[in-house]
């Protein structure tokens, strides 16, 4: 009987693994690809609803469709609106005092006109007009914007160049002076010399504030002509106040 012999040579193949002695291991070097490997959440076997697919095959499918959230819809309310709080603030200062020698670039209440601010000026004008006068609140916004209108067309027949926008917002921020003397004519009302000059105090630093801003230099020999008209728009204004 013959002893069994050595085993045969195994040969490894291309997935297996070769063990080398530690001395030949110096020259060696590989990778080891990993598998694409494929993970399947069972997507495809969802079933769509009888109603969705009813709607497909009829061509309503984009009423399913789900847009995505778009970053300008998520602004802020006051961002939507166009209202800047920062630029509405200015304005009022650089109405409230009209003095070049402050420093304000006052100009910008002309070149950059804005509707909210105004807009907030008159209504607040018309609340405080509003005691034991309710019919005053439609007439003060009336006259704002008809008013603005009349003293527009003048403004274009004399040959400036402005905006019916502008003029709207000029004379709307140039009633915040007859706000302020608002309160104290109520203080000073028995006083009926006081009382007139605080009044006429008023409407020429309204009429001046709009007036700087409106009237350019392209008027040149002709500003008295559209001076006038704004002069008397205050009053006007004013006379809703007082209700004389």
């Given at each position: 009987m013959?002893?069994?012999?050595?085993?045969?040579?195994?040969?490894p193949?291309?997935?297996?693994?070769?063990?080398v002695s530690?001395a030949d291991?110096?020259d060696?070097?590989?990778?080891i690809a990993?598998?694409?490997?494929?993970?399947?959440l069972?997507?495809?076997?969802?079933?769509?609803?009888?109603?969705?697919?009813?709607?497909?095959?009829?061509g309503y499918?984009?009423?399913?469709?789900?847009?995505?959230?778009?970053?300008e819809?998520?602004?802020?309310?006051?961002?939507?609106?166009?209202?800047?709080?920062?630029?509405?603030?200015?304005k009022i200062?650089?109405?409230?005092m009209?003095?070049p020698s402050?420093?304000?670039?006052?100009?910008?209440?002309?070149?950059?006109?804005?509707f909210?601010?105004?807009?907030a000026v008159?209504?607040?004008?018309s609340?405080?007009?509003?005691?034991?006068?309710?019919?005053?609140v439609?007439?003060?916004?009336?006259?704002?914007i008809f008013g603005?209108?009349t003293i527009f067309?003048?403004?274009?027949?004399?040959?400036?160049?402005?905006?019916?926008?502008?003029?709207?917002?000029?004379?709307?921020y140039?009633?915040?002076?007859?706000i302020?003397?608002?309160?104290?004519?109520?203080?000073?009302?028995?006083?009926?010399?006081?009382?007139?000059?605080?009044?006429?105090?008023g409407?020429f630093w309204a009429?001046y504030?709009?007036?700087?801003l409106?009237?350019?230099?392209?008027?040149k020999?002709?500003?008295?002509?559209?001076?006038?008209?704004?002069?008397?728009?205050y009053i006007?204004?004013?006379?809703?106040?007082?209700?004389?």
């Amino acid at each position: 009987m013959q002893p069994p012999g050595p085993p045969p040579a195994y040969s490894p193949s291309n997935g297996d693994f070769t063990f080398v002695s530690s001395a030949d291991a110096e020259d060696l070097s590989g990778s080891i690809a990993s598998p694409d490997v494929k993970l399947n959440l069972g997507g495809d076997f969802i079933k769509e609803s009888t109603a969705t697919t009813f709607l497909r095959q009829r061509g309503y499918g984009w009423l399913l469709e789900v847009e995505d959230d778009d970053p300008e819809d998520n602004k802020p309310l006051l961002e939507e609106l166009d209202i800047d709080l920062k630029d509405i603030y200015y304005k009022i200062r650089c109405v409230l005092m009209p003095m070049p020698s402050l420093g304000f670039n006052r100009q910008v209440v002309r070149d950059n006109p804005d509707f909210w601010g105004p807009l907030a000026v008159v209504l607040f004008f018309s609340m405080i007009s509003l005691y034991g006068q309710f019919r005053v609140v439609s007439w003060i916004i009336t006259i704002w914007i008809f008013g603005s209108l009349t003293i527009f067309l003048l403004a274009r027949v004399l040959g400036g160049e402005v905006a019916y926008g502008q003029v709207l917002g000029v004379i709307g921020y140039s009633l915040l002076p007859l706000i302020v003397i608002a309160p104290i004519l109520l203080v000073v009302g028995s006083f009926e010399v006081v009382s007139t000059l605080i009044k006429l105090f008023g409407v020429f630093w309204a009429a001046y504030s709009a007036a700087s801003l409106l009237v350019g230099e392209e008027f040149k020999t002709k500003k008295p002509l559209l001076i006038y008209p704004i002069f008397l728009l205050y009053i006007y204004f004013l006379s809703l106040y007082t209700g004389v």
